[in-house]
């Protein structure tokens, strides 16, 4: 069975499953996930902590392998892969913006920026790469290094430096954590404009509702599993999601607790 995406979705995992350790210890990340995600569009993933919203993002790039399902760039599954080819996936193919800047210091901004297609023996696409930079707003700043620059700043720097090789997808995995609001602010407007300006794909791991709230839409998960999805999102409808999905999880780790209790009364 092909369960490549169809060309509109730039990204896929199909029941997706990750197990961590095994016997008393395994952790099951994510439990039989299946979610695209659109070419051309912004999707924020959240969930409470422990939900399995960092593992997901990370099988989807390709930073990490599923124990089983599949996993889909564009039209290529992740999974048909030897090392050496999803290496060149990821390079060719997808842009990554961490919430450390992961910039080199002894490069300028304009070399950080170019980075990834040097490294690849590519050639930079001077107009493009031009207009990311009138995008992010560092023309004055292209020859500064990283440590004459702002938080902010240096994030901007990550995210053109994501776009630069026109991938199919950027995944962004806290892209503000580091950052104060204002910055911040300016980082997640950026990325949504990057969207609607460069037709490119934003997939974003977030815990911050008013962050979410610059997506096109929301996918939240819980205990591994995929639990809603939500279009046009506020920061107030993101948080009173949050606040139901934190409230049933303490709920079912009561019940989860009272269970244990129960049990070792019998036993004993």
Known sequence: MNTAPAPHVAARVVDAVKVYGGGDTE???????????????????????????????????GLDTLTSGTAAIGGTELN????????????????FVFQAFNLLPTLTVAENITLPLDLGGVRADAEWIDALVDTVGLRDRLHHRPAELSGGQQQRVAVARAFAGRPDVVFADEPTGNLDSRSGAEVLGLLAHAVRQTHRTVVMVTHD????????????????????????????????????????????????????????????
Do not use: N, W, Y
């Not at 952790?27 to 422990?50: C, E, K, N, Q, Y």
């Not at 048909?80 to 842009?95: A, E, P």
């Not at 279009?231 to 303490?250: G, H, Q, S």
């Open 209 to 268: 509702p008013v962050a979410a709230a610059h997506a096109d839409e929301v996918v939240f998960l819980a205990d591994g599993r995929l639990v809603d999805r939500m279009r046009e999102p506020t920061a107030d409808r993101v948080l009173d999601r949050m606040k139901a999905l934190d409230t049933k999880a303490l709920d079912t780790k009561a019940l989860d607790g009272a269970g244990e209790r129960r049990g070792q009364g019998v036993l004993s």
């Open 27 to 61: 952790v099951r990340a994510l439990d039989g996930v299946t979610v695209d995600f659109p070419a051309g569009r912004f999707t924020a993933i959240m969930g409470p902590s422990g939900s399995g919203k960092s593992t997901l993002m990370h099988c989807a790039a």
């Open 80 to 95: 048909s892969l030897d090392d050496r080819r999803l290496t060149l996936l990821r390079r060719d193919r997808v842009g």
